[in-house]
C-alpha cells in the first residue's frame, strides 16, 4: 500500500490564482514527520518544510502555506498568488520513527504549471 | 557551503558498459542515499549507507552497485546487469531521517 499519496499528477493554473496541492499519508506510528520538496526543472530537490506529527498548527511563510490534519491524514500544500516560479514538481514524504534508517516515503509528485 | 556534489550532471552509456556515478557530501551526514526517478514518476530507493562500510539495498537495488568507504563518498555503478538504465540519479544525505534529507542536483544517465 502507498504510505503517501498525491492524487494530482499534474496541476496547470493561471498567474496569480491560488493551487493547493493534496497530501495523504498512512502510518500507524505515532511518531512521524512529514515533508515537502520541490523539484524545479533543474532536478534538485528543495526542502520546503518539517512537520512532526504532535504540531498540528498550521504554518505559513509568505505565499506557502501549510495546513495538517491528522483526523483525516493528510498534510495539504497551498500556494497563494501562484508565479510562474512555482512552476516544479511538488513531493511529499513521511518519515516514520523509531526511523531505521532508510526511509523517506515519498509520493509520486504533483507536477504544477504555472501559466503566465 | 557544505552540500551534496553530484557529478558528472549527464552521462552517457553504451550499452553493456557499466558506469559510476559519483556523490560526495560535506555536511558530515552519517547516512547517504540513493534514488532513481523515471519521467512523471516518484523517487524509488536504490540502495542507502547509514555508516562507513556498511550498506542496505533498498528497493530497486538490483543491477546497481554501492560502496562507502569514506564518510564524504557514496559511488554508484549502474552495471550492464540494469536493463533500463536510463534515468535521473539523485544522491542525498541525512544526519537523521527524521530531520529530512539534503539533495544534489542529480544526475542523468541515457543509455545510447
Known amino acids: 500500500a502507498q504510505k503517501v499519496t498525491q492524487a494530482q499528477t499534474e496541476i496547470s493554473v493561471v498567474e496569480k490564482e491560488d493551487v493547493t496541492l493534496d497530501c495523504v499519508y498512512e502510518t500507524r506510528d505515532t511518531t512521524y514527520y512529514l515533508f515537502w520538496y520541490k523539484q524545479p526543472p533543474s532536478g534538485e530537490l528543495v526542502f520546503l518544510i518539517r512537520r512532526n506529527s504532535f504540531d498540528e498548527q498550521n504554518e505559513i511563510s509568505g505565499r506557502y502555506s501549510w495546513n495538517f490534519q491528522k483526523s483525516t491524514s493528510s498534510f495539504n500544500f497551498t500556494i497563494t498568488a501562484s508565479q510562474v516560479v512555482d512552476s516544479a514538481v511538488y513531493f511529499c514524504?513521511?518519515?516514520?520513527?523509531?526511523?531505521?534508517?532508510?526511509?523517506?516515503?515519498f509520493g509520486t509528485g504533483t507536477s504544477l504549471t504555472v501559466i503566465p | 557551503d557544505g552540500g551534496i556534489t553530484q557529478s558528472p550532471k549527464y552521462l552517457f552509456r553504451k550499452e553493456g558498459q557499466n558506469v559510476t556515478l559519483s556523490c560526495e557530501q560535506n555536511l558530515n551526514h552519517d547516512a547517504m542515499y540513493w534514488y532513481r526517478q523515471d519521467p512523471g514518476q516518484g523517487l524509488r530507493l536504490i540502495y542507502y549507507?547509514?555508516?562507513?562500510?556498511?550498506?542496505q539495498k533498498g528497493d530497486i537495488a538490483e543491477g546497481y552497485s554501492v560502496s562507502r568507504e569514506k564518510k564524504e563518498s557514496f559511488p554508484l555503478t549502474v552495471t550492464s546487469a540494469q536493463k533500463n538504465p536510463t534515468a535521473f540519479y539523485l544522491c542525498a544525505s541525512s544526519i537523521e531521517a527524521a530531520l529530512g534529507y539534503t539533495f544534489g542536483s542529480g544526475t542523468r544517465l541515457t543509455v545510447v
Open positions: 514524504a513521511l518519515s516514520e520513527a523509531p526511523n531505521t534508517g532508510n526511509q523517506f516515503y
Open positions: 549507507s547509514q555508516i562507513v562500510n556498511d550498506f
